[in-house]
């Protein structure tokens, strides 16, 4: 039912009673977590009503799963009990704007995981400066596109992050798999590129990556 990238930020999730989805589209990710029991009530949400129809329909199978869904910007419509947010498939200024539109809300959250399509770097910037301290990460690899996952709730104490830890991720870096080696090597060639067309010898992000991938170099 799931894909790679859905199903990394499933196992992301504890069990918990109230799931928001933000941007869900078809409502995969709800449905899988609600028919595997993991939590007890979804809560679906949409901008467009498209989406939330196309996501109701999947649903038509399953009328004893206990699901809500809500036409709204992110969580601003919704003023419910909710224990876990997902962010996922969108880009970083989207994001952004989820958060900060209702960032009250969000401090309140136990577990946010967030998966963003762009601009990583600045995601993880950006939740630091917020006080949101990352407590898990994971990366996959579906097809040829890499997606980093990152899991947060607030703290009131900022979490200190080197700048190897904003770029990549502090827990990524500690976990160091395969498909993170890979993942270096990708981001490598794509600064590379800059840097040459910027007709440089280097960068701080070149250096980075390389001090990372000697951390390992047997995954190669």
Known sequence: MLNKRLRAIAELIKPCDTLFDVGSDHG???LYLLINKK???AIIGEINIGPLEQAKKNFMKYPELNCEYVLSDGLNLYNGLIDTVVIAGMGFETIQHII???IDKFKKIPQIV???NTKIDQLREFINSNNFEIIDEDIVKDRKYFYPIIKVKHNELRQELSNEELLFGPYLIKKYNKIFYEYLLFCKR?????VQAQKKESSLRIQIIDRLLNLNKNLD
């Open 114 to 116: 967030i998966q963003s």
């Open 100 to 102: 900060l539109q209702d």
């Open 39 to 41: 939590i007890k009530k």
């Open 190 to 194: 794509i600064e590379e590129n800059i």
């Open 28 to 30: 995969f990710l709800p």
